[in-house]
């Protein structure tokens, strides 16, 4: 994607290379002026060719000024195109990097304003200023070999201070790049969850925590400025001490009559030209390390989702859920979460999964739902691999309501119709209703237009998740999946879940509860017993619902799985009830 996209832009930065030419075309002007004022008007006294030479060369200077700001457009207009071709691309990588739990998720997103703002700074221009420093000083040589030594030895010396700029600083950039993504990742999370920190009294642990962090980056940060700032003044220095010697060998040159005074003046306006870009990419050498840095992240982060390639669109299932061999890692390792899970439920039927906490049931639920990819199995709906389905297709055919409901900035109906354009009220009215959530909008200030804040602040948690299985029944989709979704409701909601639940077995709906509450086993049709991350037993309610409530110690039950036997630990309504 990004190679593409340098691709079609690659005639544009050709042009801008082209103007580029006629700019340092201009760049002659004074030192051809400054020639002429030494040689011709000072010798000869003419006020009148002094006004004509002026004016024609005020001309220029504008001409000059007026292409310098077109060409600082284009390059404006150059980072709003690389910015529209890659944020939705960039997107996408930091949304999966979100799922996958990797790096920073919104990495890719800077990286694209990285590039955006180095193309519309001043770096560009000097980098495009760079290949004329050859004429110049090949022009140096021409007024007098001795100068055009001067020049390119003064030319080397300020390269090499730009090389050894890179080689000391480019280190310490990179990693208080990476250390100040962190730090600033750290204080997202921690004004996300601002109402628990002040609860708790977490408040100073938290802030040193981030104060250390963003504390290391900028050592690193200020260590790689020291460097750069003592470089740039070393070539500031240069430079000043090269122009001198131009002139003092100049004056030389010119004493013993070898060299005229105008083209002294003019060869130290050159030789510093000649310079200028090498200072330039010095002093805005951050900025390249930086640019730089997100180019080569954003090539390995787009290339992975460009080797991704597009299921086509399946037609909408209306079979059963299949889940073959499952096996789930640990995005961040490789932790075995799920270990051969098999079982199928069928159109019309509410199957529950129950077991204790860390047995792999959340997990499952995010398989299901395609969020985490199989290490080995498949997830099948109608016959079709869950992943066969485009993500667009694949939203329409789902409801899941995740065990921690988030609600995101604008209306309840915003947030029922997740944010779908085409949506219609009655779409929105069918998906709440079907929830039984119509009347709990409806005592909202402004029912389905309320705003309800970032994350539904204004909401309680129980209306957060009542509002949350709204949305997962949006559209009548063929698979629901409810994670805990009773964790935050009153009887009154305990109610209301139960009717939506007999409405999803009416409409001939796929539901697989995760719960740990015994309430909600009484409307189900079938129980997948999960321990240690594999379904240990998989069958009928009235089948396994006894061994979950049996006293005393746990039986010894046949693994559907892999054919071992295996320890089923009981739990007692009691312990049901406090878990």
């Not at 002026?33 to 002094?50: E, G, H, K, W």
């Not at 050498?285 to 930086?290: E, L, N, P, T, Y």
């Not at 997830?379 to 992943?387: A, C, E, F, H, Y």
Request: with cysteine.
């Amino acid at each position: 994607m990004l190679s593409q996209t340098v691709r079609k832009l690659t005639p544009a930065f050709a042009s801008l290379f082209g103007l580029s030419f006629v700019l340092n075309l201009f760049v002659f002007v004074s030192p051809l002026y400054t020639m002429q004022i030494y040689d011709r008007v000072l010798t000869s006294r003419n006020a009148t060719t002094l006004v004509m030479l002026s004016l024609i060369v005020l001309a220029l200077f504008a001409a000059y000024a007026a292409l310098e700001h077109f060409r600082s457009r284009a390059l404006v207009q150059l980072g709003l195109c690389v910015d529209k071709a890659l944020a939705e691309p960039a997107f996408e990588a930091a949304f999966h990097g979100a799922l996958d739990a990797k790096g920073s998720p919104t990495l890719p997103i800077r990286d694209v304003e990285t590039l955006r703002a180095t193309l519309s700074g001043p770096l560009v221009p000097s980098l495009m200023d760079a290949p004329w420093i050859p004429i110049y000083l090949a022009l140096c040589f021409v007024l007098h070999p001795a100068i055009g030594a001067v020049a390119t030895f003064g030319a080397i010396a300020i390269l090499g201070v730009a090389l050894l700029n890179e080689r000391i600083t480019k280190g310490s950039l990179v990693r208080a790049s990476e250390l100040g993504h962190g730090a600033n990742e750290r204080l997202t999370a921690s004004l996300r969850n601002a109402e628990v920190i002040k609860a708790l009294g977490m408040g100073q642990p938290i802030r040193s925590e981030w104060q250390r962090q963003r504390g290391q980056a900028l050592a690193y940060h200020t260590a790689a400025a020291d460097w750069g700032g003592t470089l740039l003044a070393a070539t500031k220095l240069l430079r000043l001490a090269l122009q001198c010697a131009v002139l003092g060998v100049g004056a030389y040159l010119a004493i013993n009559q070898n060299l005229a005074a105008g083209a002294m003046f003019a060869a130290s306006l050159i030789m510093g030209r000649a310079l200028a870009p090498i200072e330039g990419a010095v002093g805005q050498w951050k900025g390249f390390v930086s640019a730089r840095s997100a180019f080569e992240r954003l090539s390995r982060g787009l290339k992975a989702q460009s080797d991704d390639t597009r299921p086509m669109t399946l037609p909408h299932p209306a079979g059963s859920l299949r889940v073959e061999g499952l096996s789930v890692r640990s995005p961040t390792g490789n932790a075995l979460l799920l270990n051969n899970v098999s079982f199928e439920v069928e159109p019309g039927e509410i199957a529950a999964v129950v077991g204790l906490t860390g047995s792999g049931k959340s997990s499952l639920a995010r398989a299901l739902v395609g969020v985490w990819s199989p290490a080995h199995g498949v997830v099948r709906l109608d016959g079709n691999d869950i992943r066969h389905f485009p993500d667009e297709q694949r939203g329409r055919i789902l409801g899941y309501l995740p065990q921690d409901v988030e609600l995101f900035a604008g209306s309840v109906r915003d947030n029922v119709t997740r944010f779908d354009p085409d949506a219609t009220d009655e779409a929105a009215v069918a998906a709440a209703t079907a929830a039984s959530a119509h009347e709990l909008i409806q005592s909202f200030p402004d029912g389905y237009a309320t705003q309800i804040g970032e994350g539904g602040a204004i909401l309680s948690g129980g209306q957060r998740q009542r509002i949350g299985l709204a949305r997962a029944l949006y559209g009548q989709p063929a698979l629901v999946v409810l994670d805990e979704p009773n964790a935050n409701l009153d009887m009154d909601g305990d109610a209301a879940l139960g009717r939506a639940l007999a409405g999803l077995r009416d409409a001939g709906a796929i539901v697989v509860v995760i719960t740990h509450r015994p309430q909600l086993l009484s409307q189900v049709d079938k129980i997948i017993l999960m321990q240690k991350g594999q379904a240990v037993r998989v069958g009928g309610r009235d089948e396994i619902l006894p061994v979950l409530l049996q006293p005393g110690a746990g039986a010894r039950i046949q693994s559907p799985q892999r054919g071992q036997t295996g320890q089923v630990e009981p739990l007692s309504a009691a312990r049901w009830a406090r878990r």
